[in-house]
């Protein structure tokens, strides 16, 4: 079974710096899709960037990037110039090709310090 | 965008109970699914269902049953609720075209209490 590990439970920026959340995960497939969703106090869960394991480029949405190391089956979200709405839950997520089902890490708190 | 919608934000219930959490989509997708929330846990499967009638059994299905009678709406059923199944619950959807690659949407989640 997959596994998604999130290594960190806290994680505290300033605002304006670079913070950067770690992700590991554990799976046997060479096809798959990684995720980064950010879950905002009291708010809804939101996709931040995805990443397709058969590309070697890392993704990158405005300050949201990703550092994809297959080889060693890690997937860090990096956010660039940090912002007061950046403070939020962050779960990493795991899916296999042509399955539907996500396996989430259990989540990274980022607090966000003026 | 796409809209997922949860009947309650917030809901009490009494131990023993029959309880229906109900989801929402009004993007025509073909999959839904249930988690639930909890602090250090992260989230976990309860159920999933990839066409109406459709269902397949998550991680932790125990004490939960579901129901998609219609293609927009999924439901949660807890049979008789119990204090342990006081936790948050998300429902989320997508759609099945290029299935990998596409992302859930989550609705708001509702916070159960078991009481």
């Known amino acids: 079974a997959q596994t998604v590990t999130q290594s960190q439970p806290e994680m505290s920026v300033q605002e304006a710096e670079t913070v950067t959340l770690s992700c590991t995960y554990d799976?046997?497939?060479?096809?798959?899709?990684l995720f980064w969703y950010k879950q905002p106090p009291s708010r809804q869960m939101i996709l931040v960037i995805r990443?397709?394991?058969?590309?070697?480029q890392n993704a990158t949405e405005n300050r949201f990037s990703v550092n994809f190391q297959k080889a060693a089956k890690s997937f860090s979200l990096k956010i660039s110039d940090s912002q007061l709405g950046d403070a939020a839950m962050y779960f990493c997520?795991?899916?296999?090709?042509?399955?539907?089902?996500?396996?989430f890490g259990k989540g990274t708190m980022l607090l966000v310090s003026p | 965008d796409v809209k997922v919608t949860q009947s309650s934000r917030y809901l009490v219930k009494r131990t023993g109970e029959k309880v229906f959490l109900e989801c929402v989509q009004d993007?025509?997708?073909?999959?839904m699914f249930w988690y639930r929330q909890d602090p250090g846990l992260g989230l976990r499967l309860i159920y999933f269902?990839?066409?109406?009638?459709?269902?397949e059994k998550g991680d932790i299905p125990e004490g939960y049953s579901v129901s998609r009678e219609k293609k927009e709406r999924f439901s949660l059923i807890l049979e008789s609720a119990s204090t342990n199944q006081t936790s948050m619950y998300l429902c989320?959807?997508?759609?099945?075209?290029?299935?990998?690659?596409?992302?859930?949407?989550f609705g708001d989640g509702t916070r159960l209490s078991i009481l």
């Open positions: 989320a959807s997508s759609s099945h075209v290029g299935a990998s690659n596409q992302p859930q949407h």
């Open positions: 799976t046997s497939e060479s096809d798959y899709y």
């Open positions: 990443q397709e394991a058969y590309k070697q």
């Open positions: 997520a795991y899916r296999r090709s042509g399955y539907s089902t996500l396996t």
């Open positions: 993007m025509d997708h073909e999959n």
């Open positions: 269902s990839y066409d109406v009638k459709m269902k």
